[in-house]
């Protein structure tokens, strides 16, 4: 029966696309990349048509390209004294229009003494202060790319030096732990945007509550960031979103195994080109639960995103942008004895998340090559959770207990100027407000006298961050050189940053570059609040420092042709004022996922992070395309011991394997049919040796702390399959797609548990295999 509807719909659709011409437009406006000036008469051409399909921009540097046949296509742009960049694979459907906002760069030759080639700008970040480690990340990559589930944080885990897992979206850069990665979003610092977020590891989730419908190009760093980016040590995800549709109402409507997705975007005033874009998914994995955990039953999950942009004629550019996730899981413990195998499963368990931002943002371009960028935010973020567990007479007793609570009120501010063609600086200042209300317990052996508070506290503190850099081009040499400051007012912890990168063009399709960073973060705020009775203070964390990292990175790049891209970073970082326990192998270099801390730590622990990445890229080719990233690398810290270990994110190898057709079909070739694999092999993850006996005498796991993360469970072997049918009417696009997370049923290391029938420590493994059959449809 699915069978003759899918034939019925392909053969009509046929029909369809083969009676008529679909075309669409290309408009977006043109600008200048450091003094966001607009640029007019700017020459925009589409690569490969006959006759050749271009225009110019106009005296605001606004154009359009009418009537653009619906394919993929490269776009080149060029303007005189400026560097002329070729922006690939330009996506024209029949439902939406595209809106580009192109940024070229003015050069620093003079010219008589050069002819510019144009560059090819898909592996060049956006930030045009960034040398090194920093990826350009794509929404149209993250529709793409199997394994990306239209999430453009699941999409981050295909480049070089990233690992991550089926289950959980925790970000592992370079063997560093996922808490210390920094999320932004429209230039803010905000909480994890994941839902579920922090469950299963610190800065992991499920899904991030950003839809690609919705964002526009974003930034992703892995090391040595520019100055403006405090409060991160291991990398920056800079996420945009994308401003609505100006002048026409476009709409898109998406259901599937795992929930629904409603998107809009339009006009609010045609006046003055202000336009609205709003984003809204409820997803409940109850069609899919019988190929989920037994703990995932009950799990649902919404999200709310939009943006306004107003324009003004004299006061600049004004946009309000929020998002929200609400998230809902639980479990219910086994009623039958025999089924009574874990803890877990004779626990009861309910979560209840939630997470919000709002921010207003305010751009004012001044005549004298310089513009203002402001942005004011509300943010919070909370969990519930509660756990019980059965005691021998069958009734539920209070296990722990998670109630936390943040706000944070921020202010941003940087002021950019371009001086000439040679030199622009940015300079800015940070305000961010962290309020807070935490309160964890845990029983800790005594369930007659209850759960042990180890953090109840309340109140407001702040970290504050002043930033200046610049960026100078002396013909093939680009300078970037910057000072970061912040200064954690709970404790007034205070960090000097200075950042430096270095790129030489060796000709025209080989560079190599340099960067250095000295980058800090805060730890969670639980750990400075907790009730160390175990100390001669009440909270003796309270007074930690920043924790630290040097970073030194060197790069090659090689334009192979035009469509085949080299890229090999070898890099090194090393860590230092890390949270310790003295005279012990603990560190908080290690922490993943244990909210129920009240020990006792000092800055005392080092790291080091050292390693080889490789990207070898074919861009999108006669509708072929493939990504081959690689890593080979080594994670390791010490504590006042002042022995070197494996720190638990130590996978030591990383392989990613993507490759992609695009099928053109129809007489007019008009209707697209794509088919995505990737192929994921990491390295197993770390743990410690088990001690049984102590296991045995504590009725749980215990490891042998003393030789730290000596043993790796088996290397993992994860694939991922997307198909997608699209097929086109005159004003709207229709897809069918097959989206399938460890396509092979792959069971990911979860750790180990204890048995309480045998009283043994098992290592435990679960397979989390998503699958999602969707049917999208924009006008």
Same mark, same amino acid.
């Given at each position: 029966?699915?069978?003759?509807?899918?034939?019925?719909?392909?053969?009509?659709?046929?029909?369809?696309?083969?009676?008529?011409?679909?075309?669409?437009?290309?408009?977006?406006?043109?600008?200048?990349?450091?003094?966001?000036?607009?640029?007019?008469?700017?020459?925009?051409?589409?690569?490969?048509?006959?006759? &050749?399909?271009? !225009?110019?921009? @106009?005296?605001?540097?606004?154009?359009?390209?009418?009537?653009?046949?619906?394919?993929?296509?490269?776009?080149?742009?060029?303007?005189?004294?400026?560097?002329?960049?070729?922006? /690939?694979?330009?996506?024209?459907?029949?439902?939406?229009?595209?809106?580009?906002?192109?940024?070229?760069?003015?050069?620093?030759?003079?010219?008589?003494?050069?002819?510019?080639?144009?560059?090819?700008?898909?592996?060049?970040?956006?930030?045009?202060?960034?040398?090194?480690?920093?990826?350009?990340?794509?929404?149209?990559?993250?529709?793409?790319?199997?394994?990306?589930? @239209?999430?453009?944080?699941?999409? $981050?885990?295909?480049?070089?030096?990233?690992?991550?897992?089926?289950?959980?979206?925790?970000?592992?850069?370079?063997?560093?732990?996922?808490?210390?990665?920094?999320?932004?979003?429209?230039?803010?610092?905000?909480?994890?945007?994941?839902?579920?977020?922090?469950?299963?590891?610190?800065?992991?989730?499920?899904?991030? $509550?950003?839809?690609?419908?919705?964002?526009?190009?974003?930034?992703?760093?892995?090391?040595?960031?520019?100055?403006?980016?405090?409060?991160?040590?291991?990398?920056?995800? @800079?996420?945009?979103?994308?401003?609505?549709?100006?002048?026409?109402?476009?709409?898109?409507?998406?259901?599937? $195994?795992?929930?629904?997705?409603?998107?809009?975007?339009?006009?609010?005033?045609?006046?003055?080109?202000?336009?609205?874009?709003?984003?809204?998914?409820?997803?409940?994995?109850?069609?899919?639960?019988?190929?989920?955990?037994?703990?995932?039953?009950? !799990?649902?999950?919404?999200?709310?995103?939009?943006?306004?942009?107003?324009?003004?004629?004299?006061?600049?550019?004004?946009?309000?942008?929020?998002?929200?996730?609400?998230?809902?899981?639980?479990?219910?413990?086994?009623?039958?004895?025999?089924?009574?195998?874990?803890?877990?499963?004779?626990?009861?368990?309910? *979560?209840?998340?939630?997470?919000?931002?709002?921010?207003?943002?305010?751009?004012?371009?001044?005549?004298?090559?310089?513009?203002?960028?402001?942005?004011?935010?509300?943010?919070?973020?909370?969990?519930?959770?509660?756990?019980?567990?059965?005691?021998?007479?069958?009734?539920?007793?209070?296990?722990?207990?998670?109630?936390?609570?943040?706000?944070?009120?921020?202010?941003?501010?940087?002021?950019?100027?371009?001086?000439?063609?040679?030199?622009?600086?940015?300079?800015?200042?940070?305000?961010?407000?962290?309020?807070?209300?935490?309160?964890?317990?845990?029983?800790?052996?005594?369930?007659?006298?209850?759960?042990?508070?180890?953090?109840?506290?309340?109140?407001?503190?702040?970290?504050?961050?002043?930033?200046?850099?610049?960026? &100078?081009?002396?013909?093939?040499?680009?300078?970037? &050189?910057?000072?970061?400051?912040?200064?954690?007012?709970?404790?007034?912890?205070?960090?000097?940053?200075?950042?430096?990168?270095?790129?030489?063009?060796?000709?025209?399709?080989?560079?190599?570059?340099?960067?250095?960073?000295?980058?800090?973060?805060?730890?969670?705020?639980?750990?400075?609040?907790?009730?160390?009775?175990?100390?001669?203070?009440?909270?003796?964390?309270?007074?930690?420092?920043?924790?630290?990292?040097?970073?030194?990175?060197?790069?090659?790049?090689?334009?192979?042709?035009?469509?085949?891209?080299?890229?090999?970073? /070898?890099?090194?970082?090393?860590?230092?004022?890390?949270?310790?326990?003295?005279?012990?192998?603990?560190?908080?270099?290690?922490?993943?996922?244990?909210?129920?801390?009240?020990?006792?730590?000092?800055?005392?622990?080092?790291?080091?992070?050292?390693?080889?990445?490789?990207?070898?890229?074919?861009?999108?080719?006669?509708?072929?395309?493939?990504?081959?990233?690689?890593?080979?690398?080594?994670?390791?810290?010490?504590?006042?011991?002042?022995?070197?270990?494996?720190?638990?994110?130590?996978?030591?190898?990383?392989?990613?394997?993507? *490759?992609?057709?695009? #099928?053109?079909?129809?007489?007019?070739?008009?209707?697209?049919?794509? &088919?995505?694999?990737?192929?994921?092999?990491?390295?197993? @993850?770390?743990?410690?040796?088990?001690?049984?006996?102590?296991?045995?005498?504590?009725?749980?796991?215990?490891?042998?702390?003393?030789?730290?993360?000596?043993?790796?469970?088996?290397?993992?072997?994860?694939?991922?399959?997307?198909?997608?049918?699209?097929?086109?009417?005159?004003?709207?696009?229709?897809?069918?797609?097959?989206?399938?997370?460890?396509?092979?049923?792959?069971?990911?290391?979860?750790?180990?548990?204890?048995?309480?029938?045998?009283?043994?420590?098992?290592?435990?493994?679960?397979?989390?295999?998503?699958?999602? #059959?969707?049917?999208?449809?924009?006008?």
């Amino acid at each position: 029966m699915t069978r003759n509807i899918l034939l019925l719909v392909f053969s009509l659709s046929l029909s369809i696309i083969n009676a008529q011409d679909i075309t669409q437009n290309i408009k977006g406006s043109v600008i200048d990349n450091s003094s966001k000036e607009t640029i007019p008469f700017a020459t925009i051409t589409i690569i490969g048509t006959d006759p &050749i399909i271009g !225009t110019t921009s @106009d005296m605001d540097g606004n154009f359009i390209l009418n009537n653009v046949p619906i394919g993929r296509y490269d776009l080149q742009i060029s303007y005189l004294g400026y560097e002329p960049i070729i922006m /690939p694979e330009v996506i024209v459907t029949s439902a939406k229009e595209v809106v580009l906002t192109i940024a070229l760069t003015e050069s620093a030759f003079a010219l008589s003494e050069v002819v510019l080639k144009p560059k090819l700008v898909k592996a060049k970040p956006l930030n045009e202060m960034a040398s090194v480690s920093t990826r350009m990340l794509s929404v149209e990559e993250a529709n793409r790319y199997a394994g990306g589930f @239209d999430d453009p944080a699941r999409l $981050a885990s295909s480049f070089p030096g990233v690992a991550s897992s089926v289950g959980n979206n925790a970000i592992v850069i370079r063997g560093n732990a996922p808490k210390y990665l920094q999320w932004k979003i429209e230039g803010v610092e905000v909480s994890n945007p994941n839902h579920f977020a922090d469950l299963g590891s610190f800065g992991g989730g499920g899904l991030t $509550a950003l839809s690609s419908n919705l964002l526009a190009n974003s930034d992703f760093f892995t090391g040595a960031f520019p100055a403006e980016y405090n409060n991160a040590l291991s990398g920056v995800f @800079d996420i945009r979103m994308r401003n609505g549709n100006s002048t026409e109402f476009e709409h898109s409507f998406e259901i599937g $195994a795992i929930g629904m997705d409603f998107a809009s975007e339009g006009p609010l005033s045609k006046k003055n080109n202000a336009s609205y874009l709003v984003n809204y998914r409820y997803s409940t994995l109850g069609l899919v639960s019988s190929m989920l955990p037994d703990d995932a039953d009950g !799990t649902n999950y919404q999200d709310l995103s939009f943006k306004l942009t107003l324009p003004t004629t004299k006061a600049g550019i004004f946009s309000v942008w929020g998002i929200g996730l609400i998230d809902e899981s639980g479990s219910k413990p086994e009623t039958e004895t025999d089924k009574q195998i874990y803890y877990q499963d004779i626990e009861k368990q309910d *979560v209840k998340q939630y997470m919000g931002a709002l921010g207003l943002n305010h751009r004012l371009v001044f005549e004298n090559s310089a513009y203002l960028n402001s942005t004011l935010s509300l943010s919070a973020n909370g969990i519930d959770l509660k756990t019980d567990r059965l005691d021998d007479t069958s009734q539920l007793q209070p296990e722990n207990e998670i109630n936390n609570k943040n706000y944070n009120i921020t202010f941003k501010s940087t002021i950019n100027k371009k001086f000439n063609s040679t030199h622009t600086n940015k300079t800015g200042i940070m305000v961010r407000g962290l309020g807070y209300d935490l309160n964890l317990k845990e029983n800790q052996g005594e369930p007659e006298n209850g759960p042990n508070s180890l953090v109840d506290q309340d109140g407001f503190s702040s970290i504050i961050s002043a930033f200046s850099s610049s960026s &100078i081009s002396l013909k093939k040499w680009q300078l970037n &050189i910057g000072l970061n400051s912040q200064l954690f007012t709970l404790n007034n912890s205070f960090a000097l940053e200075p950042r430096l990168g270095l790129n030489y063009q060796l000709n025209d399709n080989n560079e190599i570059s340099f960067g250095y960073g000295l980058h800090s973060r805060m730890e969670p705020l639980n750990i400075y609040l907790a009730n160390t009775g175990n100390s001669r203070s009440n909270q003796a964390n309270r007074n930690l420092d920043f924790s630290k990292a040097h970073h030194f990175v060197m790069a090659y790049d090689w334009n192979i042709n035009e469509k085949l891209h080299l890229k090999i970073e /070898p890099y090194f970082q090393y860590l230092f004022n890390i949270p310790v326990i003295e005279n012990s192998t603990e560190s908080l270099i290690n922490l993943q996922n244990d909210w129920f801390i009240d020990d006792t730590y000092a800055n005392n622990g080092k790291g080091k992070n050292y390693g080889l990445d490789l990207t070898l890229e074919q861009y999108v080719d006669n509708g072929f395309y493939y990504l081959l990233s690689g890593s080979i690398f080594n994670s390791e810290y010490k504590t006042d011991t002042n022995v070197w270990y494996n720190t638990r994110f130590n996978k030591n190898y990383l392989l990613n394997t993507l *490759v992609g057709k695009e #099928i053109r079909i129809g007489k007019k070739k008009q209707s697209l049919l794509g &088919i995505n694999l990737k192929l994921s092999l990491q390295g197993g @993850d770390r743990y410690s040796k088990i001690d049984p006996t102590a296991s045995f005498m504590e009725q749980g796991v215990v490891y042998n702390e003393t030789t730290p993360f000596t043993e790796q469970s088996k290397t993992s072997i994860i694939s991922h399959f997307t198909i997608n049918y699209e097929w086109y009417k005159k004003k709207s696009a229709q897809k069918l797609s097959l989206k399938i997370l460890n396509a092979t049923n792959y069971k990911d290391f979860q750790g180990h548990r204890y048995n309480i029938k045998t009283n043994k420590v098992e290592e435990f493994r679960e397979a989390l295999m998503i699958p999602n #059959i969707s049917y999208k449809i924009s006008f």
